[in-house]
């Protein structure tokens, strides 16, 4: 028999990590195919454009690093999968092509919050012992795509974010911009690990805002509120 404390430290983790990973995943791929439409088949040719986790599952972006934060009751839940190859200088319109690509995994996060608050109507048609544990699926589901979706529109490279700026500012502006990518996404990590245990709420601030306005406007839109 397994003991109840277990069953529920699995389902404590299932209704975020599942959503999770599925959220992560949808937004690589989205990437990928964007790219394939604006002329890059890059991530075609490596299987990347597929809505299996297991290709685009990172061990530590997508595993570790959740449920550390889960586990240190960190104020945000956060991952990442491997990012999707993009031969950038291959998309046509060049500029246009890299700010519609970086745009389509956010885009793809939002489209899946609606989804997943829409799916909470469906909530009291499934067999009574799964209603409680699919409804907090569905609504982390709202947060996390939600939370992925503004982190990832923070205009610093390797974010999303940070490539619509390169694609949108003038060549002298954005030229530095791309070169600081690879300083900032580990200050980002270091900030999202450190800046909680200081007691420094930078990020409820940044991303805690934009999410609650979202998710407010989305439960609005789809009459859960």
């Known amino acids: ?14 209704v975020w990590l599942l959503p999770l990973i599925l959220s992560i995943t949808l937004h690589e791929a989205a990437h ?6 604006f002329g890059d ?22 595993i570790l690093l959740p449920a550390i934060l889960l586990l240190s009751g960190a104020p945000m839940l956060f991952g990442w999968a491997k990012p999707v190859p993009v031969n950038f200088g291959r998309l046509k319109p060049l500029r246009a092509g890299m700010v519609l690509v970086a745009l389509a995994g956010p885009g793809t996060n939002l489209a899946l919050a609606v989804v997943s608050a829409l799916l909470i109507h469906a909530e009291p048609y499934l067999p009574a012992l799964g209603q409680q544990w699919a ?8 947060v ?10 923070i205009p610093l490279p ?7 700026a390169v694609g949108l500012l003038p060549r002298r502006f954005a030229l530095p911009l791309a070169r600081a990518e690879r300083y900032t996404l580990l200050g980002l990590m270091l900030a ?9 709420n ?16 989305i439960y609005r839109a789809t009459g859960l509120a």
């Not at 409804?135 to 709202?142: F, G, I, T």
């Not at 996390?144 to 529109?153: Q, Y």
């Not at 999202?192 to 420094?200: A, G, I, K, N």
Request: with cysteine; proline share 7%.
């Open 158 to 164: 390797p974010l999303d974010g940070g490539r619509v």
């Open 135 to 142: 409804e907090a699926n569905l609504e982390n589901s709202v």
């Open 41 to 62: 088949d890059t991530a075609l040719r490596m299987g990347r454009i597929s809505a299996n986790p297991l290709r685009h599952v990172d061990p530590f972006g997508t």
């Open 144 to 153: 996390i795509n939600l939370v992925l979706c503004v982190f990832n529109m």
């Open 192 to 200: 999202l690990l450190v800046l909680p245990m200081l007691r420094v």
């Open 202 to 217: 930078i990020f409820g601030v940044l991303i805690g805002v934009p999410v609650e306005y979202l998710m407010e406007a």
């Open 1 to 14: 028999m397994i003991p109840q404390h277990f069953a529920q430290a699995v389902q404590q983790f299932s």
């Open 32 to 37: 990928g195919y964007a790219a394939l439409r």
